[in-house]
């Protein structure tokens, strides 16, 4: 089996459902609100620093032509 096709299980704390898939690739399971039924994508601290990311950013969600998301970080909007 070829590294970008194993699972590896994260241990991250108060988040067992994110699956790393590589060193830029998780597998997140959407959480839900209770009050509002809104879906709310857990980002975990790992997460954040692996990509760059801080709270405040603006993130893009892409989707493509298989159903796979991806979120990239919009440069040109400032937080």
């Given amino acids: 089996m070829s590294e970008t096709s194993q699972l590896i299980n994260v ?3 108060d988040s067992p459902k994110i699956i790393k898939h590589s ?3 998780w597998i997140l399971t959407l959480e839900e ?3 509002t039924g809104d879906l709310i994508m857990p ?3 790992e997460i954040l620093a692996s990509q760059n990311w801080q709270v ?3 993130l893009t969600w892409n989707v493509d032509d298989d159903g796979q998301c991806s979120l990239t970080k919009d440069t040109k909007s400032k937080p």
Avoid: C, F, K, R
């Fill in 11 to 13: 241990n991250v704390e």
């Fill in 23 to 25: 060193e830029t690739s």
């Fill in 33 to 35: 609100d209770p009050d």
């Fill in 43 to 45: 980002l975990p601290d």
């Fill in 56 to 58: 405040g950013d603006t």
